[in-house]
């Protein structure tokens, strides 16, 4: 089983700036990473994803607040939060398209979550 490891999140005021980060387990072969969220009682929605070549899309939501990158050499992914709302409260998870080891194809793999709260 792969475990993605998350750190970062928090509480943070509104338009306040928070960072996460996502790091994969470097032996593994990692395509496209990205971020998700879970608002109370809503959807897993899409907040960013970057491929391995660095290319980038985001939730309109988001455009021009959060900056998702990654470190290709540490299998890790970055979300910069910038001019949070209190809209943007949820729990954050990163995903990684992994290369399997001893089959053919990828597999996508989910962090455990980490809390953003913004206040108003």
Request: charged share 20%.
């Amino acid at each position: 089983q792969v475990q993605l490891v998350e750190s970062g999140g928090g509480l943070v005021q509104a338009g306040g700036r928070l960072s996460l980060s996502c790091a994969t387990p470097p032996i593994f072969t990692v395509h496209d990473m990205g971020w998700y969220r879970q608002p109370p009682g809503k959807q897993r929605e899409l907040v960013a994803r970057i491929s391995s070549e660095g290319s980038t899309n985001y939730a309109d939501s988001v455009k021009g607040r959060f900056t998702i990158s990654r470190d290709n050499a540490k299998n890790t992914v970055y979300l910069q939060m910038n001019s949070l709302k209190p809209e943007d409260t949820a729990v954050y998870y990163c995903n990684a398209e992994i290369v399997r080891r001893y089959a053919s194809g990828t597999s996508y793999y989910w962090g455990q979550g980490t809390q953003v709260t913004v206040s108003s």
